[in-house]
């Protein structure tokens, strides 16, 4: 059984940074990507960076140079510095993974960017 634990999130003021990890088990982590997602009140959930199997990144354009996802293989872990946070960054945070056409989310934490 696939889980997907995240954990990190809390609340910053503008400009503050955060880590959140994700933590996973039942699976053969090292050969899966990995991703962040995020969703805000009202809005969809949107891909915020991603990180292959082989330490390959992409990141959405709103968060490039600000954000950098990581992965540990040795602690099943993928995480996401998140740096000069802005209020528009305020939204849940999920981890996700897919594994045999199926998609598997952690249950998400929230983050809040407020003065």
């Known amino acids: 059984q696939v889980q997907l634990v995240e954990s990190g999130g809390g609340l910053v003021q503008p400009g503050g940074s955060l880590r959140l990890s994700c933590a996973a088990s039942g699976i053969v982590f090292s050969i899966y990507a990995m991703g962040w997602y995020r969703q805000a009140p009202g809005k969809q959930r949107e891909l915020v960076a991603r990180i292959t199997s082989d330490g390959s990144t992409n990141y959405a354009y709103s968060v490039k140079g600000r954000f950098t996802i990581s992965r540990d293989n040795g602690k099943n872990t993928v995480y996401l510095q998140m740096n000069s946070l802005k209020p528009e960054d305020t939204a849940v945070y999920y981890c996700?993974?897919?594994?045999?056409?199926?998609?598997?989310w952690g249950q998400g934490t929230q983050v809040t960017v407020s003065s």
């Open positions: 996700n993974t897919q594994r045999l056409g199926s998609a598997y």
